[in-house]
């Protein structure tokens, strides 16, 4: 079992950057790919981003591609997502996710643990 604490988020204005962490407790920390999510009011959760567990690849939803950056520390158990450009759709309630069985997951019902979550508002 892994435990898992976002951090990070915030209130910015639309243009700039936030970066959320996500530390991890208990379990491997390296046997996991580690994803990103985020859901805003009255949607779903939605992908974001993943990372494999030796973090040699990564993938990026299309409406965050090139705008935000999913990386990892192994020694300090820590996935972070880099968040630049941030637009006013970018508003949600972002979480961290673990799965130890698939390379990059990428869809919600692929993912063995969540962590509660960090809110991120972005501002015009």
């Known amino acids: 079992q892994v435990q898992l604490v976002e951090s990070g988020g915030g209130l910015v204005q639309a243009g700039g950057s936030l970066r959320l962490s996500c530390a991890a407790s208990?379990?491997?920390?390296?046997?996991?790919?580690m994803g990103w999510f985020r859901q805003a009011p009255g949607n779903e959760r939605k992908f974001v981003a993943v990372?494999?567990?030796?973090?040699?690849?990564?993938y990026y939803a299309d409406s965050v591609k090139g705008r935000f950056t999913i990386s990892r520390d192994n020694a300090k158990r820590t996935v972070y997502l880099q968040m630049n450009s941030l637009e006013t759709e970018d508003t949600a309630v972002y979480y961290c996710?673990?799965?130890?069985?698939?390379?990059?997951?990428?869809?919600?019902?692929?993912?063995?643990?969540w962590g509660q979550g960090t809110q991120v508002t972005v501002s015009s």
């Open positions: 208990g379990g491997t920390f390296s046997s996991y790919a």
């Open positions: 990372i494999t567990r030796s973090g040699a690849i990564t």
């Open positions: 996710a673990a799965d130890s069985r698939r390379l990059a997951p990428r869809e919600y019902g692929e993912y063995d643990f």
